[in-house]
C-alpha cells in the first residue's frame, strides 16, 4: 500500500520525479521504503506532469478520503493540503458560512475548480456583494466523495498554465473511470453531539460495465441531506449593552451554518475504436437545494416573530442551483504524441426567493413566492498535444494547446435593478442588455527541457483575447535542480490572469445602499448605487516560489519548505471613488462603478515532512504561514452635502480572513491487513480582522480577532472477506466547537464534537 518514489535513470541522466504533495494524508504518497533505479533510456515528463511534481502541488488519493471522510463536501479535506483553507469570498466577512476554497490567501474567486480537467464556473450564476461575497458553496461540491479517485492541488506559478481564474491556484477532481466492472453501494452517516448542528445522510451508487472490449459504461447517482443548524445556535454570542436609561440593546443572533440537499447523476461512455483512439460522452444533472438556516448578507439570523422568521421557516428550501453538462472528450496516443481534447456545455439555473436589495435587509428573503433567476450558460473546449523532441543536446517534451471559454448571463428573470443615466450622460443603463457574456481565446505553448543530468526547465507562454478586455500575456518559467541524489531545488516565476466576472460588467446589475454603506466620504450621504462596468481590466498576479525538497532515498523521508510571493494587481471591486451623481427614485444619488485596484499582495511559507516511521505506520505534516496579505486602497476625498470636505486617504485591508498560520498532522497505523487507524489534528492560529472595509474605506467597529484553535480527530477503517468496507470515527474528539458572533473576524461555525459511520458494499 506505499507508492514507491522512483528515480528514474535516462540515460546518464537522474531525473527526480518525488511529488511534494504535502498532504495529511497517508505517508504511503510521499515517501517510500526504498528508491528503485530503473534504465527506461531517455524520458521527459510532459510540462503538466512536471507541474504536478512542482513544490505547490499534492494530490489527494481514494485512499485518503476513505481514511479521512468528507461529511458533505470535499473540500473539507482539499483544506488540509498546504497552503489552503476555507473562507468566506472576501475579508468583510459576510456570508461567512459559506466557506470556500482558498489558497494562499489570495480569495475563493482566484481558485479555479476543475472536473476531469474541465472548469466549472456554476458559482458565476451567483451575484456578487460589493465585497465580492456570494451566497454559495462553491463549486467542489458538484462531486460526492465516493466518485473521487484523486484530486490534484496545484498552487504558486505552475498553476498560470490555466488561464482565467487560476492567479491562486487550481483544484482539478477527477472522477473513476469504467475501467472494469463494478456495482458499489454505499452509505454514511455523520451524527453531531451537540443537537442544534444538523446531521448528515449520504447514499450513493457507482455502476460500470465493459460492455464489449471497446466501450464502457458508467453510471452514478447520489443524493445527500445535511440539516441545518438550529436558529439558536450561536445566541450566547450576543453582546448586549445597557444606556444610561437602563434600557438593554442585543445584537442580532448571528445564523448557523444552512442545510443542503444533493442530488448528482452522471452517465458516460467510453469508447476506444483502437489503440490509438479514445472518445468519452458524459452528460451529468445535479441539483443543490439549501435549507433556510435565517442567513441573511449581515449574517443576522433568525428572531421568532421576526420578518424573517415570518416568510421563510427554519429548514426551508429558499434557492436551488441546478447544473446540468454535456461534455465529449478525445484521448489520443500517436507515434508523434499524445492529445487530449475536450467541449463541454454547461448549464446553471439559479433561483432562489427574492432578498432585500438595500440596507439593512440587505440579503435577507423579503418574499414568500417571488423568485429571482439568474441562468448561466457556458462552453470550454480546449485541445492540446504532447511532442517530444530535441532542443540542441536536450531532450525535451513540447505541449501546444489552444483554450475557448465562453459565458452568457441571462438576467432577465431577476428583479430589483435600476435604470440609472447620471447627470453628465457618461453612464446610461435604460434599457441595458439583461445579457452578459464573455467569449476568451487562448493559445499556449509549455516546454519540459531536461537540460542536463540535474537541471529541468519548464517554460510557458500563453495569449489569451477577449471580446471584453482584450489581449493579456501571461506565462512563465519553473526551474528543477537536483543538488544531489536527495535534495532539489525547485522554483518560478510566472504571470497569472482572471477575467472580470458576469456580475461585475453586467449593464443591468446595480448594488445599492440606502447612505450608511456608501463609502469614504461619503460614509452616511448617500444614497449611492455601484454599477457594472464593461471597461473592467483582468486581474493580473506574479506568482514567485523558491523552496527545497528532500527525499530520502533510504529512510523513506520526504521534506519540502517553499517561501511564495504574490504581486497582486488590478483587483476588481466595488470602486471608492464617485465616478457621478444622478437622480434616483425621487432623490439625489452618488454613482460608482466595480474598479480596478492598483496594489495588492501576499506571501507566505508552506513546509511539509512525512515519513514512513514503520511497514505499518505512516506519519505526515504540514504547515503554512502568512506573512502577508492585504490590499492597498487610495481613496479621493470629497464635499460632503453638508459641505465638509474630507481629505483623500490610503487604507490596508487582508485579501481574505485566513489564519495567520495552519498545522495539519496524521498518522495512519496499519494494525492488521484489514483495520487502520488515523489519529489526525488541524491547528488554526489567530485569524485577524480586518480594521478597515475595503468596500466603504472606513475604520470598522468590529476588531475582533478569532482566537487560535485546535480540532483532533480519531478515524478508523476496516475491510471484510464479503466485500463490505467500514469507515468510522469521531470528529472533534475534544469538542472545540467554535461560534459566530459576527464581530470582526469571528464570521463561521465550526462545528462540535460529532460521530460518523460509512459502509460500502463492492459486488
Given at each position: ?8 535513470a ?24 526504498s ?13 503538466e ?11 489527494i488519493?481514494?485512499?485518503d ?22 473562507t468566506g ?18 480569495g475563493?474567486?482566484?481558485v ?16 456578487q ?11 467542489t ?10 484530486i490534484?492541488?496545484?498552487?504558486g ?10 492567479a ?8 473513476k473511470?469504467p475501467d472494469?466492472?463494478l ?20 447514499y ?18 447520489n443524493?445527500n ?5 438550529d436558529?439558536?445556535?450561536?445566541e ?8 444610561e436609561d437602563?434600557v ?15 442530488k ?8 476506444m ?19 433556510f ?12 416573530g ?13 434557492n ?15 507515434g ?32 414568500t ?20 523532441h ?5 531532450a ?8 475557448l ?18 447627470d453628465?450622460?457618461?453612464i446610461?443603463?435604460t434599457?441595458?442588455?439583461p445579457?452578459?457574456e ?8 509549455e ?26 500575456w ?14 532539489t ?17 453586467a ?11 456608501c463609502p ?12 457594472g ?15 527545497v ?9 520526504n521534506?519540502?519548505?517553499?517561501y511564495?510571493?504574490n504581486?497582486y ?20 444619488a ?6 480596478n ?11 511539509s ?6 511497514e ?15 490590499q492597498?486602497?487610495?481613496?479621493d ?23 495567520e498560520?495552519t498545522?495539519n ?6 494494525v ?5 487507524l ?5 491547528h ?14 472606513i475604520?470598522?467597529?468590529d ?7 485546535t ?17 468510522a ?12 458572533s459576527?464581530?470582526?473576524a ?16 463492492t459486488?
Amino acid at each position: 500500500m506505499t507508492s514507491a518514489r522512483s528515480r528514474l535513470a535516462c540515460g546518464s541522466a537522474i531525473l527526480l520525479c518525488s511529488l511534494a504533495t504535502g498532504t495529511v494524508a497517508r505517508a504511503q504518497d510521499t515517501a517510500s521504503a526504498s528508491a528503485t533505479s530503473y534504465d527506461l533510456g531517455t524520458l521527459v515528463l510532459t510540462a503538466e506532469e512536471q507541474i504536478k511534481q512542482a513544490l505547490g502541488a499534492s494530490t489527494i488519493t481514494e485512499e485518503d478520503i476513505a481514511e479521512q471522510p468528507v461529511v458533505n463536501d470535499v473540500a473539507e479535506i482539499i483544506r488540509k493540503m498546504p497552503g489552503v483553507n476555507l473562507t468566506g469570498s472576501s475579508p468583510s466577512g459576510q456570508r461567512g458560512n459559506q466557506r470556500q476554497v482558498d489558497i494562499r490567501g489570495m480569495g475563493p474567486e482566484n481558485v479555479l475548480i476543475l472536473i476531469d480537467g474541465k472548469p466549472v464556473l456554476s458559482r458565476t450564476a451567483v451575484k456578487q456583494g460589493r465585497n465580492g461575497e456570494r451566497d454559495t458553496r462553491g463549486d467542489t461540491n458538484w462531486v460526492p466523495p465516493e466518485m473521487v479517485e484523486s484530486i490534484e492541488v496545484i498552487r504558486g506559478p505552475a498553476a498560470a498554465r490555466y488561464g482565467s481564474g487560476a492567479a491562486g491556484g487550481v483544484v482539478n477532481i477527477i472522477t473513476k473511470a469504467p475501467d472494469e466492472d463494478l456495482l458499489q453501494i454505499g452509505t454514511s452517516f455523520d451524527l453531531p453531539e451537540s443537537g442544534k448542528e444538523g446531521m448528515t445522510q449520504r447514499y450513493n451508487l457507482l455502476w460500470a460495465k465493459r460492455l464489449t472490449d471497446e466501450v464502457a459504461l458508467r453510471f452514478s447517482a447520489n443524493y445527500n441531506k445535511t440539516d441545518p443548524d438550529d436558529y439558536d445556535i450561536n445566541e450566547d454570542e450576543i453582546d448586549c449593552e445597557v444606556d444610561e436609561d437602563g434600557v438593554q440593546s442585543c445584537d442580532a443572533t448571528q445564523a448557523g451554518v444552512e442545510g443542503v440537499v444533493n442530488k448528482d447523476y452522471t452517465l458516460r461512455l467510453d469508447w476506444m475504436p483502437s489503440a490509438a483512439n479514445q472518445f468519452n460522452v458524459e452528460l451529468g444533472y445535479s441539483r443543490q437545494g439549501n435549507l433556510f438556516a435565517g442567513d441573511t448578507q449581515l449574517g443576522n439570523g433568525l428572531t421568532p416573530g421576526s420578518e424573517i422568521e415570518s416568510l421563510a421557516k427554519d429548514g426551508e428550501e429558499t434557492n436551488v442551483m441546478k447544473r446540468g453538462t454535456f461534455a465529449l472528450t478525445h484521448l489520443g496516443s500517436y507515434g508523434w504524441g499524445e492529445t487530449n481534447s475536450f467541449i463541454q456545455y454547461e448549464h446553471t439555473d439559479n433561483r432562489r426567493l427574492t432578498e432585500g436589495p438595500a440596507g439593512g435587509g440587505e440579503g435577507a428573503i423579503n418574499s414568500t413566492d417571488d423568485y429571482d433567476t439568474a441562468i448561466l450558460e457556458a462552453i470550454a473546449a480546449k485541445s492540446e498535444a504532447d511532442i517530444s523532441h530535441m532542443l540542441g543536446s536536450s531532450a525535451a517534451e513540447l505541449t501546444l494547446g489552444a483554450e475557448l471559454r465562453w459565458e452568457k448571463l441571462d438576467l432577465t428573470d431577476y428583479s430589483s435593478f435600476y435604470s440609472i443615466t447620471t447627470d453628465d450622460g457618461r453612464i446610461d443603463s435604460t434599457g441595458g442588455d439583461p445579457y452578459t457574456e464573455q467569449t476568451t481565446f487562448g493559445i499556449y505553448l509549455e516546454d519540459n527541457i531536461l537540460v542536463n543530468d540535474r537541471l529541468t526547465l519548464t517554460p510557458s507562454l500563453r495569449y489569451d483575447h477577449s471580446d471584453t478586455f482584450g489581449g493579456e500575456w501571461s506565462g512563465g518559467l519553473n526551474a528543477s535542480y537536483a543538488l544531489s541524489s536527495e535534495w532539489t531545488i525547485k522554483g518560478g516565476v510566472a504571470k497569472a490572469y482572471k477575467a472580470p466576472t458576469a456580475y461585475q460588467m453586467a449593464e443591468t446589475y446595480v448594488y445599492v445602499t440606502r447612505g450608511f454603506g456608501c463609502p469614504y466620504p461619503y460614509n452616511a450621504d448617500g444614497p449611492c448605487y455601484v454599477l457594472g462596468n464593461p471597461d473592467l481590466s483582468p486581474e493580473t498576479s506574479i506568482n514567485k516560489e523558491i523552496g527545497v525538497q528532500y527525499t530520502g532515498i533510504d529512510n523513506g523521508i520526504n521534506a519540502t519548505l517553499t517561501y511564495f510571493h504574490n504581486d497582486y494587481r488590478d483587483k476588481i471591486q466595488s470602486g471608492l471613488d464617485q465616478v457621478g451623481t444622478a437622480f434616483v427614485d425621487g432623490s439625489r444619488a452618488r454613482i460608482f462603478q466595480w474598479d480596478n485596484i492598483p496594489d495588492s499582495r501576499v506571501q507566505g511559507l508552506e513546509g511539509s515532512f512525512a515519513m514512513q516511521v514503520r511497514e505499518d505506520l505512516d506519519f505526515a505534516i504540514n504547515g503554512t504561514y502568512m506573512i502577508e496579505s492585504s490590499q492597498q486602497l487610495e481613496i479621493d476625498g470629497g464635499v460632503r452635502s453638508d459641505g465638509t470636505v474630507l481629505p483623500a486617504r490610503s487604507i490596508e485591508v487582508p485579501l481574505s480572513l485566513v489564519p495567520e498560520y495552519t498545522i495539519n498532522a496524521s498518522m495512519s497505523w496499519d494494525v492488521n491487513d484489514r483495520f487502520t487507524l488515523i489519529p489526525s489534528l488541524t491547528h488554526y492560529g489567530k485569524i485577524s480582522a480586518a480594521e478597515s472595509s475595503a468596500a466603504m474605506g472606513i475604520e470598522t467597529s468590529d476588531d475582533e480577532d478569532r482566537d487560535p484553535y485546535t480540532l483532533v480527530n480519531l478515524g478508523m477503517t476496516y475491510t471484510f472477506d464479503n466485500g463490505f468496507d467500514l469507515k468510522a470515527g469521531v470528529t472533534n474528539v475534544f469538542d472545540t466547537e467554535i461560534l459566530r458572533s459576527g464581530d470582526g473576524a469571528n464570521t463561521y461555525n465550526e462545528p462540535g464534537r460529532g460521530y460518523y459511520f460509512g459502509l460500502t458494499k463492492t459486488f
